[in-house]
Each structure stands twice: as structure tokens, then as C-alpha cells.
């Protein structure tokens, strides 16, 4: 069975740092990988997606993220946060046995900003 | 073009009490899903559609319902509500082809469920 293991509950930085989120799939075959991020009281929102080629993806708001096959890994990155990039972010894995309506996601990195 | 709606924002149940949680989309996507989020847990899948008239069961379907009528809605029914069922529930929806350029799956913006 497909999995996703974000081992970051919660990660401070200060604004202008750089951050980096850590997220760790299994599954069988090549999967479909997904960043999602969810404000407080809000739903989520797609910040960048890899299906194939090209193994360094970017994203939405700055963000870019890179598979890893070797370590089954999609970590998400951007190089210079901002106050407004606080919120829980949420890395998915979808993939070629099943659709898009049945994303397996890990339980979330919640990510506070500092001054 | 709303995107996915959800009805309503908020409820409170009390136990072993039926409701049905609304969502809709105006996208004409073929597939409908239904997920929970409960702290620490992330995101849990209960049940999804793939077309008008076929739904299939997720992860943790245990004490919900669904029915696929028509492609652009997708009720999730609670027939004895519990307190395990408290939670944040979101529905989403897509097109069915995930690897496509412009293609992602869309969410509500939630309910709120509290179970008393």
C-alpha cells in the first residue's frame, strides 16, 4: 500500500531564511507526487506536482520541490520565506494503480515564521 | 465558475443523529472525493467517485454513505452520527486525468463537524 511520511510535525524559521520540508513516499510503481498547502480555516491548495521528467519541479509562490527516486523522497523548498508562507503543508502521492481521486497524504508540517 | 462547494461550514450533532454533508462542483469533473482531517492525521480518504453512479469505498468508510446521481454532486450522509465522526471534512474534485499540465484536484473549503 502506498504511503507518505512527513517526520516534521512543526518547523520554525525566520523570514528571509530559506526552509526546506521533508517528505518520504512508498509505493510500488512510479508514483505522482503532490505539495499541497492549507491556510488556517481554508482548504488546501496544489503548490507544484510531479508526474515525470524533468525531476526538480516548480511551483506556485516560490516554491519548488525534487523527486528523489533513489530515496523516495519529494522534499519541498524555497529559497527565502515569508510571513504569509505560514500554514501546515501537506505532500501527497497519488499514482498510475489509481487516479486522481485517491491521494494517500502524510499528516502535515506546520510551519510558523519568525521576525 | 464557484469551483467546489460545500454545505454547510459548520453543524453540531448529537449522538446517533443523521445528516448529509453537501458538496458540488461546476467543473464537470468526473472524479469526487470525500476526505476527514483530524489533527495529527492529515488527510484520511472515506469515500470517492469516479463517474455519475459509481463510488467506491477509502480508507476509513465505516459510518458513512454516498450516491453519485449526477456529476456534479456528491452527498456524504451520516446515518448515526458518533463523536468518533467529529472532524473536518473536505470534499474535492478533478478532471481524471491527474498527469495532465492543468489538471489538480480542487477542495472545498471544508465543514466543520462536532459530534456531541
Known amino acids: 500500500a502506498q504511503s507518505v511520511t512527513q517526520p516534521d510535525i512543526h518547523i520554525t524559521v525566520s523570514e528571509g531564511a530559506s526552509l526546506e520540508l521533508r517528505c518520504n513516499y512508498s509505493?510500488?510503481?512510479?508514483?505522482?507526487l503532490f505539495w499541497y498547502v492549507q491556510s488556517p480555516g481554508q482548504g488546501l491548495q496544489l503548490l507544484l506536482k510531479?508526474?515525470?521528467?524533468?525531476?526538480l519541479v516548480q511551483g506556485i509562490k516560490g516554491f519548488e520541490a525534487e523527486f528523489k527516486r533513489s530515496q523516495s523522497s519529494f522534499n519541498l523548498r524555497k529559497p527565502s520565506v515569508h510571513w504569509s508562507d505560514a500554514a501546515e503543508y501537506f505532500c501527497?502521492?497519488?499514482?498510475?494503480?489509481?487516479?486522481?481521486?485517491?491521494?494517500?497524504f502524510g499528516t502535515g508540517t506546520r510551519l510558523t515564521i519568525i521576525p | 465558475n464557484a469551483g467546489v462547494t460545500q454545505t454547510p461550514k459548520f453543524q453540531v450533532l448529537k449522538t446517533g443523529q443523521s445528516m448529509t454533508l453537501q458538496c458540488a462542483q461546476d467543473?464537470?469533473?468526473?472524479?469526487m472525493s470525500w476526505y476527514r482531517q483530524d489533527p495529527g492525521m492529515g488527510l484520511r480518504l472515506i469515500h470517492y467517485s469516479v463517474g455519475a453512479g459509481i463510488t467506491d469505498q477509502g480508507e476509513v468508510p465505516n459510518g458513512y454513505n454516498v450516491s453519485r446521481s449526477t456529476t456534479e454532486d456528491f452527498p456524504l450522509r451520516l446515518l448515526s452520527a458518533a463523536p468518533s465522526q467529529t472532524s473536518v471534512y473536505f470534499c474535492?474534485?478533478?478532471?481524471?486525468?491527474?498527469?495532465?499540465?492543468?489538471?489538480?484536484?480542487?477542495f472545498g473549503p471544508g465543514t466543520r463537524l462536532t459530534v456531541l
Open positions: 501527497a502521492v497519488g499514482g498510475t494503480n489509481f487516479g486522481n481521486e485517491k491521494l494517500t
Open positions: 467543473m464537470n469533473h468526473e472524479y
Open positions: 509505493y510500488g510503481a512510479t508514483p505522482y
Open positions: 510531479y508526474f515525470s521528467g524533468d525531476t
Open positions: 474535492a474534485s478533478s478532471s481524471a486525468r491527474l498527469d495532465l499540465e492543468n489538471n489538480e484536484q480542487f
